[in-house]
């Protein structure tokens, strides 16, 4: 709501600048806040602001002249996180939220309403999951689950749907969505493409440089804040499909706080170099696994072999294919729990995104939600351990996986 708030990006944005340049420049405080610039974004902590008398005060609040009103509207730490975030993912502006599912619930919540009937991807994030099949259905808004293959999602469109979301990178079985021909697709159809681009991150993909595609949402608490210490999420877009999302958020209170987007935001400048090193060093560990013979499979689009690599290679930038795995045993659940208990270096963790390499056993945790039925018919085996890697070196990281399998 502030001076500049959302934006297209910052200077080094409009001058074409390069993804870590601005990732490292393009959330500084606007020019002339205060008198020297900040070489860190300071953190506006107050929840409130004072004004020159009652038509300043009514001006501000009624959007007639730039300012701010209430911690909850946005302040100047809002507006940097804001403005970086749209630069990265080519954006026109942006919004951040207490929590990843309040994005996505906001985002998804701005284009549905009661009777009307949304597609989704089946392989889905345990939560959305919970949001869709719990939630949804008491505002009188129905779901059907596909494959992120255009074809699935064609045939589940009605002339109800009003909305179409899938994942970069499924959670937990990393399968690549054909976003690409799912956004021409939904182009065509005139329906707006929701893309939950947590896991892949804009280093890897930009989901808004693809045609048809209207909106793309983000965990912050993972890759964006990167140290597992804040808990939010934002929606990117252009200004005419964030504005009713920022009016939900301010109505429903889901604003993320100062602080959190502070850490988001100090976060984002190491982004590329994070990602770089996770990037290769899961490539590296997964090449190790898939030629493990206690190991059934690997899910991890950057090896050759997997059925979604062509994909990867042509959607993804500079040959990384993120920093997640889905692992399944020979051996199965039982064979994760003795392998797990000799882990030295990875922890089971809860999850994911940060530094620290952390696994997790989905059936039993992130996709609890799911009855059996429903976790095989999205590819969630009982063997299948989802391994996030984090910033390790390498062969510390593959040595101890291994002497941990030598143990399954």
């Known amino acids: 709501m502030g001076e500049g708030e959302g934006g297209s990006g910052g200077d080094a944005g409009r001058r074409g600048a390069g993804f870590s340049t601005r990732a490292i420049h393009d959330g500084d405080i606007a020019p002339g806040s205060v008198a020297e610039q900040p070489v860190s974004p300071p953190v506006w902590l107050t929840s409130d602001y004072l004004y020159e008398g009652l038509e300043h005060y009514a001006d501000v609040i009624n959007e007639r002249r730039p300012g701010y009103v209430y911690g909850r509207y946005g302040n100047p730490t809002h507006t940097a996180l804001h403005r970086v975030l749209a630069s990265l993912d080519g954006a026109e502006t ?74 970069t990178l499924a959670n ?6 054909d976003i690409a021909a799912i956004g021409e697709l939904c182009a065509e ?13 804009p280093y890897l993909l930009r989901p808004l440089e693809l045609r048809g595609v209207t909106l793309t949402a983000h965990s912050t608490t993972k890759y964006i804040g990167g140290h597992s210490d804040l808990i939010g999420g934002a929606v990117t877009g252009s200004r005419r499909r964030i504005d009713p999302i920022r009016r939900l958020a301010l109505d429903q209170g889901t604003t993320a706080g100062a602080f959190e987007a502070w850490l988001a935001l100090r976060g984002i400048q190491t982004l590329v170099l994070r990602m770089e090193r996770q990037c290769a060093t899961a490539l590296e560990l997964a090449r190790a696994l898939a030629a493990h013979p206690k190991v059934a499979s690997v899910g991890y689009s950057g090896l050759p072999e997997h059925p979604d690599h062509a994909r990867a290679a042509a959607l993804f930038d500079g040959g990384r294919f993120g920093a997640m795995l889905a692992v399944t045993l020979r051996s199965g659940y039982e064979g994760w729990l003795r392998a797990c208990d000799a882990l030295r270096l990875v922890r089971v963790g809860s999850s994911f995104g940060s530094l620290r390499s952390q696994v997790c056993h989905p059936a039993t945790t992130s996709h609890r939600q799911l009855a059996a039925e429903e976790r095989a018919e999205a590819g969630i085996e009982d063997g299948l351990l989802r391994v996030a890697v984090g910033g390790e070196d390498a062969s510390d990281l593959v040595e101890d996986v291994l002497q941990a399998l030598d143990k399954a």
Do not use: C
């Open 94 to 167: 942006a919004w951040s939220f207490g929590s990843g599912m309040a994005a996505i619930h906001t985002a998804l919540t701005s284009l549905l309403r009661a009777g009307d009937h949304l597609v989704a991807q089946r392989t889905i994030y345990g939560g959305t999951y919970s949001l869709l099949t719990k939630v949804f259905p008491g505002y009188g808004i129905e779901t059907s689950f596909v494959r992120p293959e255009p074809d699935e999602v064609a045939e589940a469109v009605r002339p109800t749907t009003k909305a179409v979301l899938v994942e």
């Open 189 to 201: 159809r005139g329906v707006p493409l929701v893309v939950d681009n947590t896991i892949a991150t």
């Open 172 to 177: 937990p079985t990393f399968g690549v969505a």
